[in-house]
């Protein structure tokens, strides 16, 4: 059985309200969502940058796995640490 993350306890997810960035119109966007697409000019909006789990726990690693955990390292701008052989 899959306990999930061990870093979150329970998945709880919100929701709510952004204005598309090209249009104005009012979007619903859920809070393990980044971006969404507009459902009147179907361009995308991101919400702003909240800290991810991959930011601030240290079982992310192990949680996403190497190669996740890596991309978003290199998405945030930030050098892996080094971890031992397995990285190479």
């Known amino acids: 059985m899959n306990a999930g993350c061990p870093g979150q306890r329970s998945r709880k997810l919100t929701s709510e309200i952004l204005f598309c960035s090209h249009c104005g119109s009012e979007l619903e966007i859920f809070s393990d969502e980044a971006r969404v ?3 009147k000019c179907s361009q995308m909006t991101s919400r702003a940058k909240l800290p991810s789990c991959a930011d601030w ?3 992310a690693r192990q949680c996403l796995g190497e190669g996740a955990w890596r991309t ?3 998405q945030n701008g930030k050098e892996p640490e080094y971890a031992g052989p397995k990285d190479r």
């Open 72 to 74: 978003v390292q290199d």
């Open 57 to 59: 726990c240290a079982s």
């Open 37 to 39: 697409r507009c459902h």
